[in-house]
Structures are given as structure tokens and as C-alpha cells.
């Protein structure tokens, strides 16, 4: 089975590698740096992404917005024209649910198969082939795409049976953290002003009750930002930007008010309008302390 995987950024780039070690990978990224990456990594890669799709059984995209996937498939390097009929798109990203039954509905015409599969938990997790994916899509295409969704995935699940119920699930997901990285930066943040030692408080907040995935993970980069330091960047700000606004349009269609997840949205607008957009979603912490350390 080929597979062509579109997108080699933080995620994109720790799933081709994984998928590499048991498939025919070819890889693509608008970024030399990240191609470079890739070859380091033994990913073979194409010139183009119509180079890496031409006769690939699965299309792996890992793009940051619809209009990226939109510039994908029918821009000026659109690859709509050499994908093959009875081929698989899986699509890892989040756009919301509209945007990826449109997207569906368009490639079910050209005889593409459409599996809704956002994923969750890192680039690290990615790597290991150790990620949440949450499916939608129609039964023969989920099937015919489980033997690469299963190597991705330690925890797969098949939320609906048809494309769009994916994108539901990761909704849901990316409420909780979203709220969950804003509160755990206005923990640290609280904790550094109050004069404790962040570490060590961050230490004990993860031995008990509050634990958390995300303050656990995005907790030692959250007090480097706090303290003035530039944190690896691992989730950029902007895509917690992207992503809560998707949770509040969904929220809001289904008649459902949303305050605690529409505060933290408003936390990474502010990050954003600070210039914080390419930095780490733990950065955020700025927002909450500008002035650092008392």
C-alpha cells in the first residue's frame, strides 16, 4: 500500500515516519526545512504534492485549515487530477464538520473516498503510532483505510458512519483542551505570583486531583514563557485560535451556550492580537501575566 502524506509539520511529519517503518511512504511540505526533515528521517519525498499522490492508495493530509486543504485539491498545484478512483483521503486535521461534509460531497464525485479522521494526542504520540483518531466515515471506506488508520492509532474509534461526525468528536476533544491549557497557564501563573516555586507547585498539581495531559504536558513550557524564555514550539497559538472558534460556531449552531470553553477562546485571540500566534499554545500564560515574574 502507498501512501502519500501531504503536510510534514510538528504532527504530520511524526506520522510519516511511523507509517514509514510498515508502508511505501512518499512525502510532501511547502516547507524545504521540513522536506529536508523528512529525508533526514529516511521519509522519501516528491517535488510536488501531485508527485507524492500520483497512484497512492491513502492521501494522509495533516494541513491547519480548510483553506489550505482547499488550495491542496484545487489550487494551482491542486492534486484533485492525479488522485485515483477508489483511492482514500484521510483527513487528520480539524476544520469543523460543515467544512468536511462539503469536501466529502465534492470528492465522492471524482470517485475519492473520504475518511474523517482528526487525531489527538502529539507529536510525540504521533511518532509511536500511539494516537486517539476518531472516525466518520461510510463503512467500505473505513474499512478500506483501517490497515493505515489502525498503525496511526492506539485508540480508534469509529464515531459515525459518515464524514463529518470525525471532526464532531475533535470538537469536543479540543473544548477540553483548550480550557484545560488556558486554566493550567492561569494555575502556573497564579502560583508564580503567589511566590511558590512553579515547578515544584506543578509537580504536586500532577500528583493529584488536578492532573492533567495538558498541564502535564504543556505545563514545564508554560513556565518558560512566563519567565521570559522562548518554549520549543510544539502546538502553535494559532491553531487554538482555529479551534476554539470551531468549538464556539458549533456550540452556537446547536443552540448550546459554551462560557468556559468562549473564555479561553478569547485568552488566544488576545495571545494573537499580542503576536503570540506562531509561538507555542502554551505562551499563553503571557496573556494572563504580560509582566512575567513580580
Known sequence: MKIAVIGLGAMGIEMATWLATTFDVVGYDVSEERMDLARERDVRSADSPSGACTDADVTLVAVRNRAQLDDLLYGERGIIDVLREGSALILTSTIGIAAVEEVAAQLSQHGIRFVDAPVSGGPVRAGKGDLLVTVGAYEADYDFARPVL?????TLVLVGKAPGKGQAMKTVNQLLCGVHIAAGAEALALAGKLGLDQEMALSALMSG??????????GPRAIQAFRGEEAEVKSRLDIFVKDMGIVTDAAKAAGIAVPVAAAAEQEYLMGLARGQGAMDDSSVIRVISPDALP
Open 209 to 218: 486531583a488536578a492532573e492533567s495531559f495538558m498541564l502535564g504536558d504543556r
Open 150 to 154: 489502525d498503525a496511526m492509532a492506539s
